[in-house]
């Protein structure tokens, strides 16, 4: 097998690394702003929940999108070459197929080793952050996407708050709040004319102004009332410099460790475990995918794709086949192995057949190449 000279190697693996950089792109900007979209309401981008959401989104289909994006960059790049006659031009300087696709299979490499990075580490520290956002946006837990003219519980019921209007995003008018407080064994009803809410580091402090108190023992003696020119009440709320805690941990957010010590755990339930066999799988067969996919885009690329340029439309159709069989194999590991834990084994079976196939139309095209390299057999003189 004949080396890929280095400048040649360079300048292939140059390119198939531009196209997976502005695949990589084009595929993720779109998702994760669609899904920021879809998940968080307008008022999440004045509470300042834009920021957490994208860094609890982005390494998450950053690992997902990866593979399609370069295995299409490499078997773009092999089309691109046989549709200008590039291909034959390397087979012409006793090139082997392995060798042309040495560049673009190191830049896989690459890409799987990136992709193990941010699925097992990367996205499980900072997927939580998502849902720190969805558990903020769920129970109203950022003052400034709280809507005028609806009654609003904290502390598990124990506090309603009320109010009529916003004067400014931070100054709320004419508020009602009751609120149980069973270590005094009372119940509290306080009303104000203005609400200012103070972030601290952790929650968030409301002022209360001009108001009055009504608390009512639960023993049943006399309603006591007390007027209040100022009055501070700290809610669990979203603080300055953190999200408030959730009182529940995904397996999504485990590290790795912590992720396979869970397995015999989450084994004695068949729900925990189909749930647990899924995000193993896409943490540890996802990111293998960029490998799967580039050798069998190269394959289908160079088998179809005439290596003068006749038939270039044969290389563009080749190229739509991964997107096809990434989505296939990630809706495998989504959906049918929540259904049944036991189909973790099919989908790695996929994903091997995936780099087989790969390799062995890879290894036809050189065995092709070699043939026709191989001098004609000399004719047997006859008697």
Sequence with gaps: MEQTP??????????VLITTLVVQVALTIPVVLSA???????????????????????????????????????????SRMSS??????????????????????????????????CSCWLAPRYVGAMHDVLNVIRHSLNHRMLEPGQF???DEGRRIV????????????????RQRSAEKKLEETITASRAEFRRNDFS????????????????????RVSDFDEYAISLPMQGAKALPSRNWKGVFELNMRDFLAYMKYAMADRRNFAEWASEAVKRLVIPALALAHTLLGIGLVL???????????????AVAVLPAVHIGILVAAETLIRANPALAIFVIGLALAEIACGIWLIRRQQIGDARRAAPAMPALAGA
């Design 6 to 15: 280095r400048i040649l190697s360079v300048y292939l693996g140059k390119r």
């Design 36 to 78: 920021l979209f879809h998940q968080l309401p307008p008022a999440a981008l004045r509470g300042g929940l834009l920021g957490p959401a994208l860094v609890g989104t982005l390494p998450t289909v950053t690992y997902i999108a990866l593979p399609i994006s370069v295995g299409v960059a490499a078997a773009l790049e092999f």
């Design 84 to 117: 200008e006659g590039m291909v034959a031009v390397l087979y012409s300087l006793r090139l082997s197929a392995w060798s042309i696709a040495r560049p673009a299979i190191v830049c896989a490499l690459a890409a799987t080793a990136f992709g193990y990075f």
């Design 152 to 154: 609003y519980s904290f």
């Design 162 to 177: 009320y109010f009529e209007r916003w004067e400014t995003p931070d100054i709320a008018a004419n508020v009602f709040i």
């Design 204 to 223: 968030v402090v409301m002022i209360l102004t001009h108001g009055q108190i009504q608390s009512r023992p639960d023993d049943g003696r006399r309603v």
């Design 303 to 317: 088998n179809v794709a005439s290596a003068t340029g006749r038939r270039s439309a044969a290389g563009g159709a």
